[in-house]
């Protein structure tokens, strides 16, 4: 019978509490107060019935108590960066209006918009947490799969960069902005501890971000390593491999700083030909491009554009030229806008990344952030003539083609459900005392306090 | 429920102080509250879990299972760092408001009369 009055109450807060994962560990903490309270007034002499009832008295009014639980304990949507993205892409179908390129396809980019925008919201309702307990174990098969399928696309039919805009490899190309975060799920299942294990994460990292060499696309290249040392640094950080912060950053650094330096005198004549084309574009034919952006860079005032036509001509016809094709036209202040826009969106989402209570869901966060914002950068850089990687990826959320949008609404889809679901999401059960800690009991007495410490075996 | 936003204030600052002496379980800091402060504060389990809760996402305390009689599990509480930080300067924001209070109510003489 005070079964059922204890029954009763848990059931009517339960019914309030939305999200079943949250339910269940409330509805235990409610229970077990109910019970430490019964046994008191047990002790204090009441009948069993009388103590169920009194003790359920004291808990207050299952209906508010729920309701305000349910408001702590749901999902919560960051509507600001949503609003952001959502500018952003309003901004971008009316910039593209100015752009004047031949290979713009206003229904193409509408399609990929919307295909970009659904995909969002799926991956955004998405309960990450399940997902990521239920699908780490498949991730070492997911990334075989992409790289045979990648391999396959580009050694069976041989493609350069200028080559047709649809063609498999290309698709497959952009779907390795999602290794960052196939490795950040793996790196949530704590593979190892140790100086070890750390360092067996450098050769993942390499083969994640050289398959797309094959393409060839140096670009995804950097954009993923980088990413993925970014996203290992933010692992170190938070004590996944049980090391000093010290000693992992310097295992995570130091080996691609000296592989990096090794590869490049190993390849010392391509790199410094490489390299003086990008620096003195004037001497060599093949900086045509690069003379031609600085040139209408040097040229441009805040809000006038220039019109030396036939130096940009060629911006009209490329599409990765959006940027400077809009600065042609209306000034310097696009570029300024542009990073104004990238750096915005980065503080924003980064802010949110280092409140988050779970820490896989930040390592999922970051992987998804990094290359989203790499890609941002390398097209500004590559619009200003500053980069040397001559071909970038496109812009995310504004520029064209179905291929390279959907997966930057994708990764963004992957970060609002991380912040959404950050509330819900648990590193497995709860954290259990395993070592003995100290006890501070603190005495009231006539003239003070007395206050002890000591530890329970 | 109001936010614990700026600072711990009113009853998010007294859970803190509790839990600045001692881990404890949310009965526990019913009672412990009831006790020091003689009867005054009476918590209902209805207010301290949600704003026990509330200060858990703030990351001002931190929570762990542990053992209890007759096999259950409970649940206990523990300050972060940052609870500590923000206990300390939410008790000197409470220290001068007494003060101002007890100086209003004690009278006083006014400078320069």
């Known amino acids: 019978m005070e079964r059922d009055v204890i029954r009763t109450y848990l059931h009517s807060v339960?019914?309030?509490?939305?999200?079943?994962?949250?339910?269940?560990?409330?509805?235990?903490?409610?229970?077990?107060?109910?019970?430490?309270?019964?046994?008191?007034f047990l002790d204090q002499g009441l009948s069993p019935e009388e103590a169920a009832a009194r003790a359920v008295e004291e808990m207050g009014d299952p209906v508010a108590v729920g309701r305000e639980l349910d408001r702590l304990h749901r999902p919560q949507t960051r509507w600001e960066i949503v609003l952001f993205l959502v500018g952003i892409v309003f901004v971008g179908l009316v910039l593209h209006g100015f752009t004047n390129s031949h290979f713009y396809n206003g229904p193409e980019q509408y399609l990929g918009i919307s295909l970009g925008l659904l995909g969002m919201g799926a991956v955004w309702l998405c309960d990450y947490p399940r997902l990521l307990r239920k699908g780490r174990r498949w991730v070492p098969l997911c990334f075989l799969l992409l790289v045979l399928a990648f391999a396959a696309a580009c050694l069976t039919a041989p493609l350069s960069r200028s080559a047709l805009p649809g063609a498999p490899g290309r698709w497959l190309l952009y779907l390795f902005l999602f290794v960052p975060l196939l490795f950040a799920a793996w790196l949530s299942a704590r593979p190892g501890r140790g100086l070890p294990s750390l360092l067996l994460c450098h050769p993942v990292m390499l083969l994640g971000a050289l398959v797309p060499a094959l393409f060839p696309a140096l670009e995804v290249c950097a954009i993923l390593y980088a990413s993925m040392l970014l996203v290992l640094t933010a692992a170190v950080w938070q004590g996944f491999f049980s090391l000093k912060r010290r000693t992992g950053l310097l295992a995570i650094w130091v080996?691609?700083?000296?592989?990096?330096?090794?590869?490049?005198?190993?390849?010392?004549a391509l790199f410094s030909q490489r390299f003086q084309t990008f620096l003195h574009p004037d001497r060599d034919g093949?900086?045509?491009?690069?003379?031609?952006?600085?040139?209408?860079?040097?040229?441009?005032?805040?809000?006038?554009?220039?019109?030396?036509?036939?130096?940009v001509t060629a911006l009209y016809h490329d599409i990765s030229l959006m940027l400077a094709n809009l600065a042609s036209r209306m000034g310097s202040v696009v570029f300024w806008a542009a990073l104004l826009c990238i750096l915005l969106f980065f503080f924003l989402c980064a802010r949110r990344i280092l409140a988050l209570q779970?820490?896989?869901g930040r390592l999922l966060a970051w992987a998804a952030l990094w290359?989203?914002?790499?890609q941002g950068i390398l097209y500004w850089l590559g619009n200003l003539?500053?980069?040397?990687?001559?071909?970038?990826?496109?812009?995310?959320?504004?520029?064209?083609?179905?291929?390279?949008?959907?997966?930057?609404?994708?990764?963004?889809?992957v970060l609002l459900s991380v912040f959404r679901m950050d509330t819900l999401a648990r590193e497995g059960p709860f954290p259990t005392r395993l070592t003995p800690r100290s006890h501070a009991a603190s005495i009231p007495l006539p003239g003070g306090r007395l206050h002890i410490e000591y530890r329970a075996n | 429920m109001p936010r614990e936003k700026h600072g711990p204030g009113g009853l998010g600052m007294l859970l803190l102080a509790l839990l600045a002496g001692q881990d404890m379980?949310?009965?526990?800091?019913i009672e412990a509250l009831r006790l020091r402060s003689n009867q005054v504060f009476?918590?209902?389990?209805?207010?301290?879990?949600?704003?026990?809760?509330?200060?858990?996402?703030?990351g001002w305390v931190s929570s762990y299972d542990d053992g209890a009689p007759g096999s259950r599990v409970r649940r206990y509480y523990r300050i972060t760092p940052q609870g500590r930080a923000a206990l300390e300067e939410q008790k000197s924001e409470w220290n001068a408001y007494a003060d101002a209070v007890r100086g209003v109510l004690e009278g006083g003489a006014l400078c320069g009369a």
């Open chain 1, 371 to 374: 290359p989203l914002f790499f």
């Open chain 1, 255 to 268: 080996p691609p700083c000296l592989l990096t330096g090794a590869f490049c005198l190993r390849h010392a």
């Open chain 1, 14 to 40: 339960g019914r309030e509490i939305r999200w079943g994962r949250a339910r269940t560990y409330l509805l235990r903490e409610l229970s077990d107060h109910i019970a430490d309270q019964e046994g008191d």
């Open chain 2, 25 to 29: 379980y949310g009965y526990q800091m």
């Open chain 1, 286 to 311: 093949a900086g045509y491009l690069y003379a031609t952006l600085r040139s209408l860079r040097d040229s441009l005032s805040l809000f006038q554009g220039t019109d030396t036509g036939y130096r």
């Open chain 1, 358 to 360: 779970s820490a896989s």
């Open chain 2, 42 to 58: 009476a918590l209902k389990a209805g207010t301290l879990y949600p704003l026990l809760h509330t200060l858990e996402q703030q």
């Open chain 1, 385 to 413: 003539g500053c980069s040397p990687l001559s071909n970038v990826l496109p812009l995310p959320f504004v520029s064209y083609a179905p291929a390279g949008q959907i997966p930057s609404f994708l990764l963004a889809g």
